[in-house]
């Protein structure tokens, strides 16, 4: 053993990165000595010229080791929870807490989160805060570029966690995993300054800005009515004096393929985009101000977000905002249209693939003539039939979003070990969506949902965790039967830490779904 002590003293001071050989060897020496604590090691990394660390776990709660000489001062300042010298090294538990993860970015630049070099993405939401680990292994021999921090603020309320929170689980799921490669972390769904603010101090580098409820009502009016409102916007909105000149009575041509279409602005296409879309624009303008003010320089990217609306998004309606945003100069590096078909969470596509297509391939092409801007598609979760024809639609130029799918197959843990407890929660989504305390994209009556306790445990998991109602019910209602005030989520998140790889195996198995379905 000494001889090992000796060999790892020489590795720490040594140039070059040991080899996997010796980072396992480190890991099977460090586990023999410290009894009761499991190493991971594909964390191992190097800390300056004379340390290194690993991540560990210890009765469900992560721990980290520092390795240094034991004459040098410690390369984190923080007290350990214990301490154990062989030889020449130190070995220093930590526990690891937010603080602690808020400091690694600056000892591992790697473990900081950046903007998109340029790649197709996907959003791996973790609603657990404990699935980054999984989320690394389905996507690290891919191309596309993981978001593996993405929350929004309903479900940081309904996780009770922070900003902070996210960014530090997802943190240590690289940290832990050793993914080197880069990953993005998206603040999604802000709608205020006070949001904004909040995620940029956390070292979130995107900002989806959910300008839905911006979208001003043209019902009913006609064309005097139209542009009376237009005159309003001309005199209210900063650089609306200049959009007839820009656009009325204009086309623009977009490269589809091989064919070429026109998107024109006659009188009423130019009147009810911009009386409808004024004040999305100017809200955007002023929350862009704001993420450029809180990044205080540092790299960023925006998303306009209007697909949580039951009206379409229009080409024109893209391309002018898009264009404005040129125009001024602003960010804008995604937009999240309002599709063709139904996008509901953790189930199939609801629509004509072909019309989706055809959609999709419009507003990616409207991009490209714009600043070529990704297009982004929110709740793309199980959408594996479309996956395909979306690559080719936008030319691989997509940012595809899920989240609770995670979760939900998180709950096949929960199925196979703790029946009970599976049937508990199946019955408490139904109550929830009984008592109408949850939004539902899928009309589900719950008259028709069979009851968990007439289930055998094969149809108890084929209904829930196969079929779309059954899938669709436990992702919409997971704030109401595993959010922060649930008396389930203890037991569930227990479960999973005594089966961890079980529930790595299972998500990361699903997420591969979606990558092999986007890539081919």
């Not at 024109?316 to 001024?328: G, Q, S, V, Y």
């Not at 028709?448 to 079929?467: A, C, I, Q, R, W």
Request: aromatic share 8%; with cysteine; net charge negative.
């Amino acid at each position: 053993m000494t001889k090992k002590w000796q060999q790892l003293a020489q590795a720490l001071v040594a140039q070059s990165a040991p080899t996997q050989f010796a980072r396992e060897e480190i890991t099977r020496s460090l586990a023999e000595e410290l009894g009761g604590l499991v190493l991971h090691p594909r964390s191992f990394s190097r800390m300056g010229d004379d340390a290194a660390l690993l991540t560990a776990q210890e009765g469900g709660q992560r721990r980290l080791i520092t390795l240094s000489m034991a004459h040098h001062d410690r390369p984190l300042p923080r007290q350990p929870l214990g301490e154990l010298h062989r030889e020449k090294v130190r070995f220093d538990i930590l526990d690891v807490d937010p603080t602690l993860l808020g400091q690694l970015p600056d000892v591992l630049p790697w473990l900081r989160a950046r903007a998109n070099p340029g790649k197709c993405a996907m959003g791996l939401g973790d609603r657990l805060g404990i699935a980054s680990p999984a989320h690394v292994r389905a996507v690290e021999k891919s191309d596309l570029f993981p978001y593996l921090a993405l929350q929004s603020p309903a479900e940081l309320a309904s996780s009770g966690r922070q900003w902070s929170d996210v960014m530090g689980d997802s943190c240590f799921g690289v940290l832990r995993e050793g993914y080197r490669s880069g990953f993005g972390a998206d603040a999604d769904q802000l709608t205020s300054e006070a949001e904004v603010e909040a995620a940029a101090a956390a070292g979130f580098v995107r900002f989806t800005l959910n300008l839905t409820g911006e979208v001003a009502s043209v019902q009913g009016l006609d064309r005097q009515a139209l542009s009376h409102r237009f005159v309003q916007v001309e005199q209210e909105v900063p650089g609306a004096d200049q959009w007839r000149k820009r656009y009325l009575g204009r086309g623009f041509e977009l490269s589809l393929g091989f064919t070429r279409q026109t998107v024109m602005f006659d009188e009423r296409t130019f009147l009810v985009t911009m009386v409808q879309y004024a004040p999305v624009w100017q809200r955007f303008t002023e929350l862009v101000a704001h993420v450029q003010s809180c990044t205080r320089g540092r790299p960023f990217e925006v998303e306009l977000a209007l697909f949580a609306t039951d009206e379409q998004t229009t080409p024109e309606a893209h391309l002018f905002l898009a264009l404005e945003a040129t125009e001024r100069g602003l960010p804008l590096h995604g937009v999240a249209p309002r599709f063709v078909g139904r996008f509901a969470r953790c189930v199939p596509y609801k629509g004509s693939v072909t019309k989706l297509a055809r959609n999709v391939a419009m507003h990616a092409a409207v991009a490209r003539l714009a600043d070529n801007h990704r297009i982004a598609i929110h709740s793309g979760s199980d959408k594996f039939a479309i996956l395909g024809a979306l690559a080719e639609a936008t030319d691989g130029n997509f940012y595809l979003k899920t989240s609770g799918t995670s979760l939900v197959e998180a709950l096949r843990v929960v199925a196979s070990e703790e029946r009970e407890l599976f049937a508990a929660i199946c019955e408490a989504a139904l109550t929830t969506l009984r008592e109408g305390s949850a939004l539902f994209d899928l009309n589900i009556d719950p008259g028709k949902l069979p009851s968990p306790e007439t289930l055998d445990d094969d149809e108890l998991v084929g209904y829930f965790l196969e079929t779309d109602h059954g899938r669709h019910l436990l992702c919409e209602t997971w704030a109401q039967t595993l959010g922060a005030n649930s008396a389930f989520r203890p037991r569930l998140l227990a479960l999973l830490a005594h089966h961890e790889e079980r529930h790595f195996s299972y998500v990361q198995e699903h997420v591969e779904k979606h990558v092999k379905a986007l890539l081919g």
